[in-house]
């Protein structure tokens, strides 16, 4: 029994001094020509490319020739960076738990890999993409030749071709090496293949004009390990992101949001992916120019910063969230339009930004102060005479600032007399955080029951927006 347990023992000391090696790494990096930088500095990617990395190591520099990171305790890995001459030249590798890396880097800054054998696949992908680079320079070449449509429709074929080499390396790799990083990281780069045949609808008859796009969709993640926290150390997360959600994901809140949802659920295994994911989508929404986007950045702040899944970010971080959606949340398409007391600029009576009836109301939030706005208005005007009447718009113009005088002079010289203008005569500053108007010009349209159906319009939008208004009336009317 004592031989036995002395075995068992033995194992087990085995097993803890394997699993105790496969943490850190030890990278030696030999530079055929001398470089004069006393240290070179390890770096990781979070998700997007370059010039975005983060310095996690550093190493001296022995005799201006090599130099070796090493490090014992556990890293998750990656795609890591490392930066030379001053930070001014660079090159990648491949790091995990246990690697031991020797790279000879050349005059061209580009690394030669030994030991590693991961390394060395991945240089050998760098080359074959350096031939691809090339080839694709003389296309462009030809392209500033070309004279015909059929020329043009041969380099089409040529870059396609390209681009199906480029998948063929990648996926002749990861169907030989299943288990291998470079496999993910290739697998995370995988587009789906368009599928080119003609599809028809339930009919039978007519060609499904949109199954190729709907297809490409649906497949667009088939291949992203969403469990694997190794990928958001690369920075591949950042362009499949913004390509799903600015080319395929149809632009209202509703299906943003379920996008959004569905994404963050494939996450949560994986801390560093989720992490990355939810900081993209509230930047995303909070910054997109798109109409009614910020519908969604409320959703996330409601349902994720707000209910402590933003879990790197202290309160103050969580709060500046919160408060940035307490100021778009009023005003989300769709909500009825806060109802906020002002005073008619000619009388000086109360009256409420929601009054009169009318099929559509446009707020204007403006000022006198304001180039943009100033510019701005006398395009309204024009609108208004020529193309906003006739739908029946009734036009509220609230300039923020400005003397009584010059306001009712503004309205005279442009000879605005069916407008209703109202000031904030009672300094109350009430319709400020309702209608986010730190900004000036901020432009609102509203339906005849005063909810909102558009936001953040200008002169070039307000028509497109009534115009889709009325489509849908007559959508709405032609079924019933």
Same mark, same amino acid.
């Given at each position: 029994?004592?031989?036995?347990?002395?075995?068992?023992?033995?194992?087990?000391?085995?097993?803890?001094?394997?699993?105790?090696?496969?943490?850190?790494?030890?990278?030696?990096?030999?530079?055929?020509?001398?470089?004069?930088?006393?240290?070179?500095?390890?770096?990781?990617?979070?998700?997007?490319?370059?010039?975005?990395?983060?310095?996690?190591?550093?190493?001296?520099?022995?005799?201006?020739?090599?130099?070796?990171?090493?490090?014992?305790?556990?890293?998750?890995?990656?795609?890591?960076?490392?930066?030379?001459?001053?930070?001014?030249?660079?090159?990648?590798?491949?790091?995990?738990?246990?690697?031991?890396?020797?790279?000879?880097?050349?005059?061209?800054?580009?690394?030669?890999?030994?030991?590693?054998?991961? &390394?060395?696949?991945?240089?050998?992908?760098?080359?074959?993409?350096?031939?691809?680079?090339?080839?694709?320079?003389?296309?462009?070449?030809?392209?500033?030749?070309?004279?015909?449509?059929?020329?043009?429709?041969?380099?089409?074929?040529?870059?396609?071709?390209?681009?199906?080499?480029?998948?063929?390396?990648?996926?002749?790799?990861?169907?030989?090496?299943?288990?291998?990083?470079?496999?993910?990281?290739?697998?995370?780069?995988?587009?789906?293949?368009?599928?080119?045949? !003609?599809?028809?609808?339930?009919?039978?008859?007519?060609?499904?004009?949109?199954?190729?796009?709907?297809?490409?969709?649906?497949?667009?993640?088939?291949?992203?390990?969403?469990?694997?926290?190794?990928?958001?150390?690369?920075?591949?997360?950042?362009?499949?992101?913004?390509?799903?959600?600015?080319?395929?994901?149809?632009?209202?809140?509703?299906?943003? &949001?379920?996008?959004?949802?569905?994404?963050?659920?494939?996450?949560?295994?994986?801390?560093?992916?989720?992490?990355?994911?939810?900081?993209?989508?509230?930047?995303?929404?909070?910054?997109?120019?798109?109409?009614?986007?910020?519908?969604?950045?409320?959703?996330?702040?409601?349902?994720?910063?707000?209910?402590?899944?933003?879990?790197?970010?202290?309160?103050?971080?969580?709060?500046?969230?919160?408060?940035?959606?307490? !100021?778009?949340?009023?005003?989300?398409?769709?909500?009825?339009?806060?109802?906020?007391?002002?005073?008619?600029?000619?009388?000086?009576?109360?009256?409420?930004?929601?009054?009169?009836?009318?099929?559509?109301?446009?707020?204007?939030?403006?000022?006198?102060?304001?180039?943009?706005?100033?510019?701005?208005?006398?395009?309204?005007?024009?609108?208004?005479?020529?193309?906003?009447?006739?739908?029946?718009?009734?036009?509220?113009?609230?300039?923020?600032?400005?003397?009584?005088?010059?306001?009712?002079?503004?309205?005279?010289?442009?000879?605005?007399?069916?407008?209703?203008?109202?000031?904030?005569?009672?300094?109350?500053?009430?319709?400020?955080?309702?209608?986010?108007?730190?900004?000036?010009?901020?432009?609102?349209?509203?339906?005849?029951?005063?909810?909102?159906?558009?936001?953040?319009?200008?002169?070039?939008?307000?028509?497109?927006?009534?115009?889709?208004?009325?489509? !849908?009336?007559?959508?709405?009317? !032609?079924?019933?």
């Amino acid at each position: 029994m004592k031989k036995i347990l002395s075995v068992l023992t033995a194992l087990v000391a085995m097993t803890g001094a394997a699993q105790a090696q496969k943490n850190g790494y030890t990278v030696k990096v030999n530079f055929s020509e001398p470089i004069t930088d006393k240290y070179v500095y390890l770096a990781h990617y979070f998700g997007k490319g370059l010039p975005t990395i983060y310095k996690t190591d550093s190493a001296q520099v022995q005799n201006g020739t090599s130099a070796t990171f090493q490090h014992k305790d556990s890293i998750l890995g990656g795609i890591y960076v490392v930066m030379y001459k001053e930070r001014g030249a660079f090159f990648q590798l491949l790091l995990d738990n246990g690697y031991d890396v020797e790279a000879t880097v050349g005059a061209d800054h580009r690394a030669h890999f030994a030991k590693n054998e991961i &390394n060395k696949d991945f240089e050998a992908h760098e080359t074959f993409m350096v031939g691809q680079a090339a080839k694709r320079k003389a296309l462009q070449d030809e392209a500033s030749k070309a004279k015909t449509k059929s020329d043009t429709t041969k380099l089409q074929e040529k870059y396609e071709k390209l681009s199906q080499e480029d998948k063929a390396y990648r996926r002749k790799y990861f169907g030989s090496h299943p288990k291998s990083l470079l496999t993910q990281i290739f697998r995370a780069m995988d587009a789906p293949d368009i599928d080119k045949k !003609k599809h028809y609808m339930a009919d039978g008859k007519t060609v499904d004009s949109m199954y190729a796009l709907n297809n490409y969709k649906a497949h667009f993640w088939d291949n992203f390990d969403f469990t694997d926290n190794r990928l958001a150390k690369t920075p591949i997360l950042d362009g499949r992101l913004n390509e799903y959600f600015s080319q395929l994901v149809y632009p209202v809140p509703d299906t943003i &949001n379920m996008e959004m949802d569905k994404l963050l659920k494939k996450a949560e295994p994986a801390q560093e992916v989720y992490k990355y994911i939810l900081h993209w989508l509230g930047n995303y929404t909070a910054e997109s120019k798109m109409m009614g986007v910020d519908a969604s950045f409320v959703h996330l702040v409601e349902n994720y910063f707000g209910k402590g899944k933003a879990y790197w970010l202290d309160t103050a971080g969580v709060n500046r969230y919160l408060d940035r959606a307490a !100021k778009i949340a009023p005003n989300v398409l769709g909500n009825p339009a806060p109802d906020v007391t002002l005073q008619d600029l000619t009388t000086l009576q109360d009256e409420s930004i929601r009054s009169g009836n009318s099929p559509y109301t446009l707020l204007i939030f403006w000022s006198p102060q304001c180039g943009h706005c100033m510019e701005e208005m006398p395009k309204i005007i024009d609108l208004y005479n020529t193309d906003l009447k006739k739908y029946g718009v009734r036009v509220v113009s609230v300039p923020t600032d400005g003397d009584r005088s010059e306001l009712l002079k503004f309205n005279a010289d442009h000879k605005i007399t069916e407008w209703k203008t109202l000031v904030d005569a009672k300094n109350k500053l009430e319709y400020k955080p309702l209608y986010d108007v730190y900004s000036t010009p901020k432009i609102y349209l509203l339906d005849k029951d005063k909810k909102l159906v558009g936001k953040s319009l200008s002169s070039g939008t307000i028509l497109k927006v009534v115009e889709f208004e009325e489509e !849908k009336k007559a959508r709405a009317a !032609k079924k019933s």
